[in-house]
């Protein structure tokens, strides 16, 4: 073989050897980045799902007032809060229960969230019979207090 057919094989080599690398590094970046996102897509999800379930008031109270709500049929209403340039919406019921929301996001994309119907109709359930028992108590406080229907 002679010097220059081993030179070419060389650089040959080189040159494979660097592609490999490139690509190896190219992918290591690739991965990072989109554990990045794949992260703060949790982050945000975990963050927008401790509202489901909650009252819209709680909501303002914490985060402000929405730029918006648009009414939807069934006596529900859609709400949205504008996060760092992004758009936040939470769908609330007619008793002004946050059920899903909705995220969209320039770099993330959209993402979505809802609390499960079952979880939905017990948490319904449990404030409907907290205002029937409320009001039952009201009622037999007004029963015992003189001078309002009481004995």
């Not at 945000?44 to 489901?52: G, I």
């Not at 993402?111 to 409320?134: F, I, P, V």
Request: proline share 2%; net charge negative; with cysteine.
């Amino acid at each position: 073989m002679t010097a220059a057919c081993r030179l070419t094989m060389t650089v040959h080599s080189f040159y494979r050897i660097c592609s490999v690398l490139t690509i190896g590094v190219g992918i290591v970046i690739v991965m990072g980045c989109a554990a990045t996102q794949d992260s703060e897509r949790r982050a945000l999800s975990e963050e927008f799902d401790k509202w489901v379930g909650q009252y819209k008031d709680a909501r303002i109270i914490e985060k402000g007032s929405p730029e918006r709500c648009v009414p939807q049929g069934g006596r529900s209403e859609l709400c949205e809060w504008q996060i760092n340039g992004n758009i936040v919406r939470y769908l609330y019921d007619a008793n002004g229960i946050a059920r899903r929301w909705t995220y969209a996001d320039r770099e993330l994309g959209e993402m979505t969230g809802a609390q499960d119907s079952a979880a939905a109709a017990d948490q319904t359930h449990d404030s409907e019979s907290g205002l029937w028992r409320t009001l039952r108590d009201t009622v037999d406080d007004l029963k015992f207090t003189p001078g309002l229907g009481g004995q």
